[in-house]
């Protein structure tokens, strides 16, 4: 399950999605490194931790019915930061984009900070 709420009250502004599509993208993670080539042949790496903000969630409702769809519209529209929560933990984050392809919602929310 995953769960999208405004950050404000908004009594349309709450949805749980219960038929999620498991997708793997959303289990991934990196770093933020960079490689440089030095001039002996050599490298220099610069790490700059890992940082939850670098994340993109993904959500894919099988069989979406028109209200998943309607609220998909709705939080696009009308917010730019919402919070999301999943098994991972609670976010905020800011609803990118959402399509509806053969019956399946897809969600894209770029992750801003991890709230818990």
Known sequence: MIGISTITFDLDGAFIFCNIHEDIKNRAAARRISRTATL???AVIT?????DGDRT???KQKNCA????DFAK???EN???VVLT???GVFTAAPESYNVDYEVLSIKLLIKSKIS
């Open 40 to 42: 002996d042949g050599g």
């Open 79 to 81: 917010y730019a930061l």
């Open 74 to 76: 709705y939080i696009i």
């Open 47 to 51: 790490d700059g931790g890992y940082s």
């Open 66 to 69: 028109k209200e998943d769809v």
């Open 86 to 88: 999943t098994e991972d």
């Open 57 to 59: 969630i993904t959500i």
